[in-house]
């Protein structure tokens, strides 16, 4: 059997998770938290880098700092993850999707200012793949709005857009380190801005509104409930996991963008049979963290999946639509057409993709593809 994904652990991890029990100090904050947290900055030049337990607490402090009230609207595509919508939803806004683009399935650039009302409050790219969005067009609009931009860049850890890494160039960014996603602890996730006010406020919101790292650092004298805020802060043991995985990180991107070379590559032939491979502008250097193939419609793509299953392999595909799910109907608003949305939902293909797929298995995964479509 093929899984469509292994989550990576290091012969460090339980090491380091053991130090965690033996030491005394499981909750966060803690030794290993702090070494991820340093990477991080480093990493992503950015002023701060707070670990939280999942790449939606990253969202939900996100939306509590842009200071979300009920009857705002946030513009984001429908094409994602439902939290990219629900941290939003939680306090009060209506989540305002529109169509994505059909080259790099991030959220058209174009199509965002006849969404914006006097109601808008902020835009929430989410770079698809770890495929930068359009920035810069992006944060023009931002600006000239006076929206703010909050990446969801769930998909994007040490990817980049123009030379800046993903989730650094709007005024938040949002990661996760789910099982499923190119860096893990399990469940885990990161918030970063490099805005000092937010930064302050991001501290106290994480924190359970209360302002007990200034008491640590003895810039208040009482440690006390300050703000809104919520249990935000992952364990030590889960920063000991986290730390494990970053050490190799390099590594990690190297095996999965040589993963995802040798499937666009074998899979050149497939254009001729109406199969769509991944494209991305050249500004943009993404992270392998996705390899999808676009079958020409719904019945093949189900033929096909049912095809890799009967031969041991798991393909997935994703997304339902926010603007056709059930809470998104609710909740949200369909900003126009979402004729590629609907299209890229129905035909989309998910292949294996882990720091541990063997080349004997991708090998298996690309002749079956290969035999599946050539027959068609
Ligand atoms: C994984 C993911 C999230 C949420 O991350 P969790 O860590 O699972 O909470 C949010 N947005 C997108 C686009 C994702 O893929």
């Known amino acids: 059997m093929i899984n469509f994904n292994v989550p ?5 991890t339980i090491e380091y998770i053991s130090d965690v029990l033996k030491t ?10 702090k ?3 340093e990477s991080f900055k480093e990493k992503l030049h950015c002023r701060t880098a707070a670990l939280v ?11 509590i700092l842009a200071d979300i009230k009920s009857g705002d609207e946030v513009i984001m595509p429908s094409f994602t993850f439902c939290t990219t919508a629900n941290a939003f939803v939680m ?12 080259d790099t399935l991030n959220i058209d650039e174009n199509k965002i200012e006849a969404a914006i009302t006097p109601k808008t409050r902020a835009i929430v790219p ?3 793949a770890g495929v930068g969005c359009e920035m810069d067009t992006i944060m023009d609009i931002a600006q000239r709005h006076k929206l703010l931009v909050i990446e969801d860049a769930a998909h994007a850890f040490d990817a980049y857009y123009k030379g800046k890494p993903l989730g650094t160039i709007g005024d938040m960014g949002c990661f996760s380190f789910h099982e499923t996603k190119n860096i893990t602890s399990g469940e885990g996730g990161l918030f970063v801005t490099n805005d000092e006010c937010l930064a302050e406020r991001a501290e106290i919101i994480r924190e359970k509104g209360t302002n007990r790292n200034k008491f640590i650092r003895g810039q208040v004298d009482k440690y006390t409930w300050v703000d809104k805020g919520s249990s935000y802060i992952p364990s030590d043991i889960i920063g000991a996991y986290l730390y494990s995985v970053l050490e190799i990180a390099d590594d990690i991107k190297k095996k999965r963008l040589h993963l995802w070379n040798n499937y666009h590559s074998s899979f050149a032939q497939l254009e001729e049979k109406g199969i769509i491979r991944p494209s991305f502008p050249s500004e943009c250097e993404p992270n392998a963290h996705i390899y999808y193939l676009r079958c020409p419609d719904l019945a093949s793509r189900t033929q096909y999946i049912d095809f890799m299953k009967s031969n041991g392999i798991l393909c997935v595909f994703h997304y339902i639509p926010l603007h056709s799910s059930v809470a998104g109907q609710k909740y949200g608003r369909a900003n126009g057409d979402m004729a590629v949305t609907n ?6 293909v998910r292949l294996p993709m882990y720091y541990n797929l063997s080349e004997d298995a991708q090998t298996k995964v690309i002749d079956k593809t290969i035999e599946f479509w050539s027959k068609r």
């Open 8 to 12: 990576v652990y290091t012969n460090k």
């Open 343 to 348: 299209k890229v939902s129905d035909t989309l």
């Open 35 to 37: 070494l991820c947290s």
């Open 91 to 102: 306090q009060g806004a209506t989540p305002v999707f529109v169509d994505i683009r059909a």
């Open 24 to 33: 005394g100090h499981t909750s966060g904050n803690g030794k290993y938290s």
């Open 126 to 128: 989410m770079h698809y």
């Open 53 to 63: 337990h999942s790449g939606t607490a990253a969202l939900e402090m996100a939306a």
